[in-house]
């Protein structure tokens, strides 16, 4: 198995790629030491030859923290050669003394788009890929006890040579150094990766293969062991050695695989329970523990067959959206906490059971969530439509070594994304990406997104882009539509009632088919959020409003459908999918599409009951969840107009209640934060949404007001100020500096008055280096 990830010379197929780890820990066995660089950067977005060396004079270098985007941006209306130039960043560190006669690794999560590292003036070679990770070794270069420099060069130009460019793509990709870095000190012998492969799940009886990835630096008379523990929270409930046998020194890791067995009870991991354990490896040289490290992982079944997909054994209906991890103003330069809210909003507001990494491997806290809350993942590689020539296609193929040696350990994937998004077939090239995720993880299905059913079938699960309405047939027994919707209906949150009720309407459709076929394991509906995207494509703004929320993660009327497919114990929904206007429609107001999980509502007036609806299985036979559309028009609404209430009854008891204003007038402003304590090392961010209300706070869609905002104590504004409101609302978000303390954030509106919040920033532990 060729497994080359360390191997650091001056190509970029050689950079190493970067092993998964608790960031920010050293390691209770007294070889590993990891320590994040991210703060104490200088960037310049002006590259310099000279910038390179270690007496270069950076005083005149912007001081930034990790992670960062190259330029602020507006949230739309900018063109994407505004970020697409090349630029430097340089780190000035030393070593602690436990680094003495260590390797040294320097690792990076994500840099867009082409990398190349130099170390004390000298030059370690150029990385290609903005959404992989990747290492260089700093050893023959490190001065252990004295000052060192690291510098990079980013190019975040759009380079045909790179996945995902050489055509168009229908997103953005933004740039600088946007993941974290972190320095890896390790012995000369250590461990390099770890893959814990649970089998028999449902056995009664399971076991885990826990394979061990050794990197050899050199030979030793004494004899090298493996010992691993499962770990359930602090409890070891099982444990394995195994010896190291004639370990060859080099380049190449050497797997062992250690087998636990006798586990006794064993949590499954699901979609309600997400129970997580670990893997701890340590790496013994005689009697002496030299290295030590662990990998998070979960015992379940996931296949897919004729009959859908199945988790544990039990059939689960796929209901998901597409994700693209881009925010307003910074592009994808967000730290852990954004991240972790994303997955906090697909699968706790919105009520997915899956998501997409549409189209490239997200940000480790991203997936950590996944795992943490129990939503299932499609991760893919980077790319959109187009193919290149053979080096472009070597990069793609190292993608997805490097996406699956990330990620192999996570519950939550349940799909290897081997094939470039919509492009045509390509039979050597895809054979490749299929051999190598199959290779690396035979636990995990492969498949590939296309958007022709005549597509050559080269994985195990046939993913289809289907955009057409009825859906085509399944014509493979293991089939999941992977996006709809989307580009065929744009709608914004300003857009009219019809525009807003027909795009609610089209997704719910979609589902409603699905759920008439077991065949369909589901759905992934183009998408969770709108984005910025080239001039090709959009509304002329560079933003493809094709969301079911909006790229400040409010929801749109569509979102509503989706928060209303959870039961009810979950939690109870009623969403409108109209504003409570005469004549939002192009002639006064007629049918009101409700999404719920109720089984009736009822409709009031001016206190009259003008409904008794019932869920629409007319026209939403097969949803468990059917939305209600009951017609209003058929009452005197000029008559009775005013304040709207709905109520929501399961098995005849009142279970929710909604009010809504017939007066059409702005009454209420809300200052919402997602967060009021951060941590204070230059990174740490929180959304902070703005909204204007009616007086039962409900977003009124046409408030465009400006937003002052005044900001005291040690924290920035990422956004405009003022801020104009978007469809009545819009967000800014909070990030910390370094300095603990506490920081207060007043919000003005031109006519409703302030509203304050405050945030407390904690100590940040130092960094080390």
């Not at 030590?292 to 796929?318: S, W």
């Not at 991240?339 to 189209?359: P, S």
């Not at 991760?379 to 959109?384: S, V």
């Not at 709905?646 to 919402?672: A, E, M, P, T, W």
Request: with cysteine; proline share 6%; aromatic share 10%.
């Amino acid at each position: 198995m060729d497994r080359r990830d360390f191997l650091i010379t001056g190509s970029a197929a050689a950079a190493g790629a970067l092993a998964p780890k608790s960031f920010g820990q050293s390691s209770p066995a007294a070889g590993r030491l990891i320590l994040p660089i991210n703060r104490n950067w200088r960037y310049s977005p002006a590259n310099t030859e000279a910038a390179h060396n270690k007496d270069f004079d950076d005083s005149g270098f912007a001081q930034i923290v990790i992670p960062h985007s190259n330029t602020r941006l507006p949230w739309h209306s900018f063109d994407d050669k505004t970020y697409e130039f090349i630029s430097i960043y340089r780190r000035r560190f030393k070593l602690p003394q436990q680094a003495a006669g260590k390797r040294v690794f320097v690792d990076f999560e994500g840099v867009m788009t082409a990398s190349t590292v130099w170390i004390n003036g000298t030059r370690l070679g150029e990385y290609k890929g903005g959404y992989t990770p990747f290492s260089f070794e700093l050893t023959p270069h490190i001065d252990f006890d004295g000052e060192n420099l690291l510098a990079v060069d980013v190019d975040s130009t759009e380079r045909a040579d790179i996945p995902p460019f050489g055509y168009q793509i229908d997103y953005l990709t933004f740039g600088g150094i946007y993941r974290e870095v972190s320095l890896r000190i390790v012995p000369k012998n250590f461990i390099e990766n770890i893959f814990a492969q649970p089998k028999n799940v449902l056995s009664g009886a399971p076991v885990v293969d826990v394979h061990c990835h050794l990197q050899i630096g050199e030979s030793t008379k004494q004899p090298l062991t493996v010992s691993v523990e499962l770990l359930d929270g602090d409890k070891v409930i099982a444990q394995a050695r195994e010896r190291v046998a004639n370990a060859p020194t080099g380049d190449d890791p050497v797997e062992l695989t250690v087998h636990l067995e006798k586990l006794g009870e064993i949590a499954l991991w699901d979609l309600k329970n997400p129970k997580l354990y670990h893997a701890r490896v340590t790496l013994e040289q005689g009697h002496v523990a030299i290295d030590q490290d662990a990998r998070r992982f979960g015992f379940r079944e996931a296949v897919f067959n004729k009959d859908g997909f199945h988790l544990n054994g039990k059939v689960v209906k796929l209901r998901g959206l597409d994700h693209g991890q881009t925010f307003p103003f910074v592009g994808q330069a967000m730290p852990g906490r954004v991240q972790r809210r994303d997955v906090q909003i697909v699968r706790e507001t919105l009520h997915c059971n899956i998501v997409r990494t549409a189209h490239y491997p997200h940000s480790r806290h991203f997936l950590d969530a996944c795992d943490e809350l129990g939503l299932l993942v499609l991760e893919e590689i980077p790319g959109w439509q187009h193919i290149g020539p053979l080096p472009w296609q070597d990069l793609a193929v190292d993608n997805v070594r490097r996406m699956v040696r990330r990620d192999w350990n996570r519950p939550s994937i349940i799909l290897w994304g081997v094939r470039i998004n919509e492009s045509r077939d390509n039979h050597d090239f895809y054979t490749r990406t299929n051999a190598m995720a199959h290779k690396l993880d035979p636990s995990r299905p492969t498949c590939g997104i296309r958007y022709f059913q005549s597509s050559e079938f080269l994985e195990d699960v046939f993913t289809m882009n289907d955009f057409g309405w009825p859906l085509l047939p399944p014509n493979h027994p293991a089939y999941l539509n992977t996006e709809f919707v989307g580009h065929t209906f744009p709608a914004k949150s300003i857009d009219n009632m019809e525009r807003l009720t027909e795009h609610t309407i089209r997704h719910a459709r979609v589902h409603n088919q699905l759920a008439s076929n077991p065949q369909y394991a589901g759905g992934i509906g183009w998408c969770a959020f709108d984005y910025n995207t080239h001039a090709d494509f959009g509304s002329g703004d560079r933003v493809c409003y094709h969301g079911v929320a909006d790229m400040f993660r409010e929801r749109k009327p569509a979102g509503g459908f989706y928060k209303s497919q959870c039961d009810p114990e979950e939690e109870v929904v009623l969403e409108p999918a109209f504003h409570w206007a005469r004549n939002d429609e192009s002639i006064g107001f007629t049918k009101a599409l409700v999404c719920s999980n109720c089984d009736n509502l009822k409709f009031y007036l001016g206190g009259k009951l003008i409904a008794d609806a019932q869920p629409d299985r007319e026209q939403f036979a097969h949803l468990k969840y059917a939305p209600f559309f009951p017609d209003l028009g058929k009452q005197p609404l000029d008559e009775l107009w005013g304040d709207l209430r709905i109520d929501g009854y399961i098995g005849g008891k009142q279970v929710i209640s909604r009010n809504f204003s017939g007066r059409g007038v702005d009454q209420k402003f809300h200052l919402l934060p997602d967060d009021t304590s951060l941590t204070a090392d230059g990174a740490d961010t929180t959304r902070v949404v703005l909204r204007v209300t009616d007086e039962f706070d409900n977003i009124r869609p046409f408030a465009s007001d400006p937003i002052v905002f005044t900001l005291d104590g040690p924290a920035e504004i990422i956004g405009d100020n003022p801020f104009s409101l978007v469809g009545g609302t819009g967000a800014v978000w909070i990030r910390s500096q370094q300095q603990p303390g506490t920081v207060q954030l007043t919000a003005k509106h031109p006519r409703l008055g302030e509203k304050q919040v405050t945030f407390l920033l904690t100590p940040a532990a130092p960094e080390g280096a």
